[in-house]
């Protein structure tokens, strides 16, 4: 078991978001999680990815064999864990390719492995940012500064495939994208999946599913996953919304 959270509860200010959720993923699977406005789902990914504004109430999370909560931000990334923002942030002066190369070395050093050559990681990277229509010149830039909505999306895709986390959590990927932009981040991801990785997708829409289909759907209503099945739920969901899960 890659990912295992069980009656998992959270709070933040006093009011329970999360609530006694639990959820399973094995490596290799593709998990969406789709819910209404309000429902948790955004502060479940946020939860595990480790942000210190919520309060956990009970419950417990094992991610590759450690307690998770035991791991810090930078320690759940060196395991493998990568969220994928829904509104990536710029961060001015620090330029994308030694953040990469920064960010494997760190994960490297932590194995106890060799840092990675600079030239086959320039050239890994600019033949994995050509896959994704980032040119030599974006490269060069500071991290996500000026970057159009799409620009910023594939950059996450780009992070994911140079970084080749165990898990990928995607919160609304395809939020603000439009046509062209949504297949190259979909094609982006679909390159990711070899059978080892694994991703949690959180979406409003059955659009995101056509194209990055799921192994598992669950619903989440009250910060709580009332119900698990295959892609058939999100198909529902698109032609009668969430109305009957209440």
């Not at 990334?77 to 990568?82: M, N, P, Q, T």
């Not at 909505?149 to 996450?156: I, N, P, S, T």
Request: charged share 25%; aromatic share 8%.
């Amino acid at each position: 078991m890659l990912l295992s959270v069980k009656n998992l509860s959270v709070s933040i200010e006093s009011k329970v978001i999360l609530n006694n959720l639990s959820l399973d993923i094995n490596e290799g699977e593709v998990h969406a999680i789709m819910g209404p406005n309000g429902s948790g789902k955004s502060t479940f990914s946020n939860v595990l990815a480790g942000k210190e504004d919520y309060k956990v109430i009970e419950g417990e999370i094992e991610f590759n064999g450690n307690n998770l909560f035991d791991l810090n931000i930078e320690e759940r990334s060196i395991e493998g864990l990568f969220l994928a923002f829904q509104y990536p942030v710029e961060v001015p002066g620090v330029s994308i390719t030694p953040f990469l190369q920064a960010a494997i070395n760190s994960r490297l050093k932590a194995q106890g492995k060799k840092e990675v050559d600079a030239l086959k990681f320039a050239k890994n990277l600019r033949e994995a940012a050509n896959q994704l229509g980032f040119s030599t010149e974006m490269l060069k830039r500071s991290v996500n500064e000026g970057f159009s909505g799409g620009e910023k999306k594939r950059f996450e895709i780009l992070q994911m495939s140079i970084l080749n986390p165990k898990l990928s959590i995607l919160d609304e990927t395809d939020s603000g994208l439009d046509v062209d932009a949504f297949k190259i981040v979909t094609k982006g991801i679909n390159n990711l999946k070899n059978g080892k990785s694994s991703f949690l997708m959180i979406t409003h829409y059955e659009r995101l599913l056509n194209h990055i289909v799921p192994d598992y759907v669950h619903v989440m209503v009250d910060g709580k996953i009332i119900k698990s099945g295959d892609k058939s739920i999100a198909e529902y969901i698109e032609q009668n919304g969430y109305y009957n899960f209440f």
